[in-house]
């Protein structure tokens, strides 16, 4: 009888094991793959954000986000 509950308690510490290292072996995997899709997203915006035409805004006292000239000037006034 004591052979029968060692035994099941040695399985059961396989498998809890087991899960675990299979759960922090997916985990990691699917926490890389978030950090991948974020950095090529990022560079993406870069060079986006290099192309012509596009408008760099600044906020402004009130709260308003405002397009400003390329020497800082802003023209508006």
Known sequence: MLLR???FVGLAIFVYLGVRRIWK???GKFNA????????????DRAERQQPGVIDLKRDNDGT??????????KRH
Do not use: Q, T, Y
């Open 33 to 44: 793959d978030a950090e991948e899709a974020k950095r090529i997203a990022r560079e993406r």
């Open 25 to 27: 072996d997916w985990s």
């Open 5 to 7: 509950i060692l035994l």
């Open 65 to 74: 986000f405002r397009p400003n000239d390329r020497d800082g000037s802003d």
